[in-house]
């Protein structure tokens, strides 16, 4: 018998080699060798100050998204046992963390205490009275809760056999037993005793997972696959396949929106917000793992899909693993765009917005549209493309090696054929507000204007020859990016730039001149450039440091 937390790491450690167009989130992955202190991750919450605690059976961890600071009776008083077994943040902002053996844990101002609760007994979960004071399960049939500053019995005495631990918003937290061969069976919801029974309008079905909302109202999954919801000990609504929830419900991630984790009984993951009971997938096994057949399924009777669950404030999914570390699924930021989206070629160099929206694309075999989301050829030659920009008149123009192209009547022509001179591929078009038409070539500036051309090269004060970029200044004249420095061409001079003036690198890629005046300055080999009021200011791995 394989540990459902196991089938639920592989799909994460297989979602690891996901490409952005598979996937709408991103893996990411800590353990002990990440400084996370151990790989049993058994609770998560977010403080007030936007930390992240887990709870771990060799400390509490604090994550602050990039280190680990790691609490323990080696180096905080108030901890006497580093086995930690759940966490819970009060409407105060104290963190709660209960223990193996050693009682319950309160982090308050910055200080550790430590509170004995039933000597020996692990302390299952934390949650809150109806005042809102945490409460505790100290064994199978004893709760206490801490009022003031003491503990005290529960009344009336619940039955805590086989808890689930759940972190909704606001704290609400909900405890079920999930014992065996018992229709539903007992709930515990701000220190209530609640029986959802077959009484209430349910089918004699074994509950498998619960949570409540922020408006009071009951989720609950059974093992029939279905998902149940609760209004005022009624049930108002059961959702299943033919309802439109993915296949087969299994778990809610809770913390600042409650999400229903399904799965499809085949290849994927999908999230439901149970705000809008809206689904979309989360995460997917790649073909090649399906023909290996190397596939567990996300679910196993009487067990919980994850060992810790949880929502972070910015919407991350963070997910605690039995012996496996932590996992934190953030949706994408960038949509990779490739074959499966219409293009021939995946290698893409210029871009460029027309006039109505639409963005023309320039691969290293033709031209793109995107349309609707999809990439529509352009009659082109089927050639590398290297820049795009605007001719005098308005028509779009491309290059191609040293040859222009200008669309016209929805086919691409020839354009200044034979009037420009180079050899070299041109890697930059742009018309000014003079209607000077600018390119930037492999060996060096070229303006055409009013059938004269004039060339210009480091013999004439250019930065290098190699020119890759062209963009206006705001306060007049032309920036030049090339491979050799930074230029600035204004009342028909040139005034150059270089490493020896403190410019991070010679090779530049990209400018862009903010409202202030700020030129921001990309280059190939040295990180981001700014130049400001005639100093450069280099942001890099070093200076982030």
């Known amino acids: 018998m394989k540990n459902l937390s196991k089938k639920l790491l592989l799909f994460f450690c297989l979602c690891c080699c996901f490409t952005a167009a598979q996937a709408q989130y991103r893996i990411d992955h800590w353990t002990a060798d990440n400084g996370l202190p151990q790989n049993s991750v058994y609770g998560i919450v977010q403080t007030n100050d936007g930390y992240l ?26 901890i006497i046992n580093n086995r930690f077994t759940s966490l819970f943040k009060n409407a105060h902002g104290d963190l709660w963390a209960g223990t193996e053996e050693s009682g ?33 399960s100290a064994s199978e049939t004893t709760v206490v809760h801490f009022t003031g500053e003491e503990f ?7 039955d805590f056999a086989g808890v689930n631990r759940i972190v909704p918003r606001q704290n609400v937290r909900l405890h079920c037993n999930y014992a065996p061969n018992k229709f539903y069976g007992t709930c515990i919801a701000d220190g209530r005793k609640l029986d959802f029974a077959p009484a209430e309008g349910l089918d004699g079905n074994n509950l498998r997972a619960a949570a409540r909302d ?30 439109g929830l993915p296949k087969m419900p299994l778990d809610f991630v809770t913390g600042s929106k409650i999400h229903l984790v399904s799965w499809d009984g085949k290849d994927s993951l999908w999230l439901t917000d149970l705000a809008t009971m809206r689904s979309e997938f989360f995460l997917k096994i790649p073909d090649t793992q399906q023909e290996s057949g190397d596939i567990y399924p996300p679910y196993f009777e009487g067990e919980s899909v994850f060992q810790s669950a949880y929502q972070d404030e910015e919407d991350n999914f963070w997910f605690g693993s039995l012996r496996a570390g932590l996992y934190r699924a953030r949706k994408q930021i960038i949509k990779t765009f490739s074959t499966a989206e219409g293009l021939t070629d ?14 023309l694309v320039g691969t290293t075999s033709g031209v793109f549209n995107l349309q609707d989301g999809r990439f529509v050829p352009v009659e082109s030659p089927k050639l590398p493309i ?45 018309t000014d507000r ?46 030049i990016g090339t491979y050799g420095g930074l230029s600035r061409f204004q009342d028909g001079k040139l005034t150059s730039w270089t490493e020896s003036d403190g410019l991070p690198s ?28 005639g100093k450069f200011t280099c942001y890099n791995r070093h200076y982030l440091k």
Not at 104 to 114: A, E, L, P, Q, T
Not at 152 to 158: E, I, N, Q, R, V
Not at 452 to 479: Q, Y
């Open 346 to 359: 995946n290698n893409v160099y210029p871009l460029f917005e027309n006039d109505d929206g639409s963005l």
């Open 386 to 430: 290297h820049a795009f920009g605007k001719a005098t008149d308005g028509r779009t123009v491309f290059s191609s090696f040293n040859d222009l192209y200008v669309r016209e009547a929805d086919r691409s022509v020839p354009y200044l054929h034979g009037k420009i001179p180079t050899e070299k591929i041109i890697h930059a078009i742009y």
């Open 214 to 243: 922020a408006d009071g109202n009951f989720w609950l999954v059974n093992d029939r696959q279905e998902l149940v919801r609760v209004e005022n000990g009624k049930v108002v609504r059961v959702y299943n396949e033919t309802s």
């Open 104 to 136: 319950i844990v309160r982090y308050h101002d910055g200080r550790f205490s430590n509170y004995r609760v039933n000597e020996g007994q692990v302390i299952n979960s934390i949650s809150s009275d109806p005042s809102g004071n945490p409460m505790f």
């Open 53 to 78: 605690w887990l709870a771990t059976l060799d400390g509490l961890a604090r994550f602050d998204g990039v280190r680990f600071t790691v609490f323990n009776k080696s180096n905080s008083p108030g």
């Open 506 to 533: 010679r090779t530049i890629r990209a400018l862009y001149e903010d409202a202030d005046e700020t030129l921001w300055i990309g280059t190939y080999d040295g990180g981001l450039a700014r130049f400001k009021d």
């Open 434 to 479: 003079e209607k000077a038409f600018w390119l930037g070539a492999e060996d060096g500036l070229i303006r055409y204007k009013n059938d004269a051309v004039t060339k210009f090269t480091t013999e004439n004060g250019l930065a290098g020859n190699d020119v890759k970029v062209i963009i206006d200044a705001k306060a007049g004249g032309l920036w």
């Open 152 to 158: 005290s019995l529960f009344d009336p005495p619940t």
